[in-house]
């Protein structure tokens, strides 16, 4: 017989991918503190999300991201 957290998780892994992740964000700042400079970050991340998702700005993979790096210190 399985336990009601097990019932949960069950559940919430048959989300859709864009649920599961707000939830995750949400229990992940149930251990947090809550601070300014969280907050500053959660809108930082929040508008950058924003950027991606209207076409603003592409993202890059791992890989190319580290390249443009190292050849901005080099």
Do not use: C, N, Y
Not at 13 to 28: F, S, T
Not at 43 to 60: N, Y
């Amino acid at each position: 017989m399985s336990t009601p957290v097990q019932d949960l998780e069950m559940q919430v892994l048959g989300l859709p991918p864009d649920d599961r992740a707000h939830l995750l964000e949400k229990l992940i700042a149930s251990f947090e503190p809550k601070s300014k400079a969280q907050e500053a970050w959660l809108q930082l991340a929040l508008r950058r999300q924003a950027d991606v998702r209207s076409g603003k700005v592409k993202m890059v993979s791992g890989d190319q991201a580290l390249e443009r790096v190292r050849a901005r210190i080099a």
